[in-house]
């Protein structure tokens, strides 16, 4: 292996198509064992690796030597062989700049609360206190004499930038949230650290309430092109990272479809997924796999019961399936009556909405709530 990645676990990440179109050189997701990760750096069988949780502490002793900024920070999370002589940096502190300020996120003089004890939050703290924050608070699962409890984090009103260090929140427990930031009545930005979803809770939670949020894509593509300078010992544009930021966003991102019950929904989502080369997902068709019924004997009938039991199965599927990227997804037409569905979809996706008139909708074939024209009239 020349270049790569080391952590676990890697199945979220999205470094291999960063890097080799940032540099041009083939690169290798390696998830290891700490024993596995110690026998590779003791090899030396590599040009340069980055490093991810739960290892940017643990290789500091095989380095040989450390950038000054990695040293400072004491975590690293680039590593360079250079004629069998192991140097580390961190790469991470300039993506974290490159993300706050691609947001409009300057930290003069404000009061920021870190979410996370671990090498992470390591960097993001060197990173505000050098752009001159006034206040650096971490929050952690295990306080202590630098940290405070997260129920303690709440009661700080003045907190004015909030960042998530933490995986809470990562592929595959997307569904978690560290904090809500309703708790801060001051707050003036959010961002995670966490790429996947592309949208997390966390920053849909911000957005929510009007704040500026944003999750750490653009933080991943710059710290990998900084580190493919330090790779290559050159130095690269800035433009790419944008560039690459939006292309990667794009191929990870689910294009939803939603409208009324036959409104053409699945046929062209079916069409979309072959001109596109994406897998294509109907939520109608895993919850009749999953219920082993069609839908008319999930949620047709006299009993609203049938109805309700069907939107049970309907937020499952949509759970499911909401988590994963680069799908097209044709949805049920009650799907975005629920909130929960919504959120969930827009994670990893763009919503678009299928509009045919009334008199072009489709009539029957299996579906229960529109049987007829005066059915989707009332729809």
Same mark, same amino acid.
């Given at each position: 292996?020349?270049?790569?990645?080391?952590?676990?676990?890697?199945?979220?990440?999205?470094?291999?198509?960063?890097?080799?179109?940032?540099?041009?050189?083939?690169?290798?997701?390696?998830?290891?064992?700490?024993?596995?990760?110690?026998?590779?750096?003791?090899?030396?069988?590599?040009?340069?690796?980055?490093?991810?949780?739960?290892?940017?502490?643990?290789?500091?002793?095989?380095?040989?030597?450390?950038?000054?900024?990695?040293?400072? =920070?004491?975590?690293?999370?680039?590593?360079?062989?250079?004629?069998?002589?192991?140097?580390?940096?961190?790469?991470?502190?300039?993506?974290?700049?490159?993300?706050?300020?691609?947001?409009?996120?300057?930290?003069?003089?404000?009061?920021?609360?870190?979410?996370?004890?671990?090498?992470?939050?390591?960097?993001?703290?060197?990173?505000?206190?050098?752009?001159?924050?006034?206040?650096?608070?971490?929050?952690?699962?295990?306080?202590?004499?630098?940290?405070?409890?997260?129920?303690?984090?709440?009661?700080?009103?003045?907190?004015?930038?909030?960042?998530?260090?933490?995986?809470?929140?990562?592929?595959?427990?997307?569904?978690?949230?560290?904090?809500?930031?309703?708790?801060?009545?001051?707050?003036?930005?959010?961002?995670?650290?966490?790429?996947?979803?592309?949208?997390?809770?966390?920053?849909?939670?911000?957005?929510?309430?009007?704040?500026?949020?944003?999750?750490?894509?653009?933080?991943?593509?710059?710290?990998?092109?900084?580190?493919?300078?330090?790779?290559?010992?050159?130095?690269?544009?800035?433009?790419?990272?944008?560039? =690459?930021?939006?292309?990667?966003?794009?191929?990870?991102?689910?294009?939803?479809?939603?409208?009324?019950?036959?409104?053409?929904?699945?046929?062209?989502?079916?069409?979309?997924?072959?001109?596109?080369?994406?897998?294509?997902?109907?939520?109608?068709?895993?919850?009749?796999?999953?219920?082993?019924?069609?839908?008319?004997?999930?949620?047709?009938?006299?009993?609203?019961?049938?109805?309700?039991?069907?939107?049970?199965?309907?937020?499952?599927?949509?759970?499911?399936?909401?988590?994963?990227?680069?799908?097209? =997804?044709?949805?049920?037409?009650?799907?975005?009556?629920?909130?929960?569905?919504?959120?969930?979809?827009?994670?990893?996706?763009?919503?678009?909405?299928?509009?045919?008139?009334?008199?072009?909708?489709?009539?029957?074939?299996?579906?229960?709530?529109?049987?007829?024209?005066?059915?989707?009239?009332?729809?």
């Amino acid at each position: 292996m020349e270049y790569g990645l080391i952590g676990l676990p890697l199945g979220h990440s999205f470094s291999k198509s960063i890097h080799e179109r940032l540099g041009g050189y083939a690169y290798e997701l390696c998830p290891v064992t700490q024993e596995e990760a110690a026998a590779l750096l003791r090899s030396r069988a590599f040009r340069g690796l980055n490093v991810t949780i739960p290892y940017k502490q643990f290789v500091i002793p095989f380095c040989d030597e450390l950038d000054p900024a990695a040293r400072a =920070i004491g975590a690293v999370n680039t590593i360079v062989n250079r004629g069998g002589r192991l140097v580390g940096y961190n790469t991470d502190f300039g993506g974290f700049l490159y993300l706050a300020n691609s947001l409009g996120v300057f930290f003069m003089g404000k009061t920021v609360l870190i979410l996370g004890g671990g090498a992470t939050h390591r960097t993001i703290a060197a990173a505000a206190q050098s752009e001159g924050a006034a206040r650096i608070l971490t929050a952690s699962r295990t306080p202590g004499p630098d940290r405070i409890s997260y129920e303690q984090a709440r009661g700080e009103a003045g907190v004015q930038i909030l960042v998530n260090a933490t995986p809470v929140g990562m592929y595959p427990q997307v569904d978690d949230c560290p904090i809500d930031p309703a708790a801060f009545p001051a707050l003036e930005a959010v961002l995670d650290v966490v790429y996947n979803p592309l949208e997390t809770r966390l920053v849909q939670a911000a957005r929510a309430l009007g704040i500026p949020a944003g999750g750490g894509l653009a933080m991943l593509t710059a710290q990998a092109k900084y580190a493919a300078e330090r790779f290559l010992d050159t130095v690269l544009p800035e433009e790419p990272i944008a560039v =690459i930021t939006r292309e990667i966003w794009a191929q990870r991102a689910n294009i939803v479809l939603t409208g009324m019950p036959g409104s053409g929904k699945t046929s062209l989502g079916e069409a979309l997924a072959r001109w596109l080369g994406r897998a294509f997902v109907d939520t109608d068709a895993l919850i009749v796999q999953a219920a082993g019924k069609p839908i008319a004997q999930l949620s047709g009938g006299e009993a609203k019961q049938g109805e309700a039991a069907f939107r049970v199965l309907e937020e499952e599927a949509v759970a499911r399936v909401a988590k994963e990227t680069g799908q097209v =997804i044709s949805t049920g037409g009650g799907c975005i009556l629920r909130q929960a569905n919504v959120d969930r979809l827009r994670q990893n996706g763009v919503l678009l909405h299928v509009y045919r008139p009334l008199e072009q909708l489709s009539i029957g074939g299996g579906r229960p709530l529109s049987q007829s024209r005066a059915d989707n009239e009332a729809l």
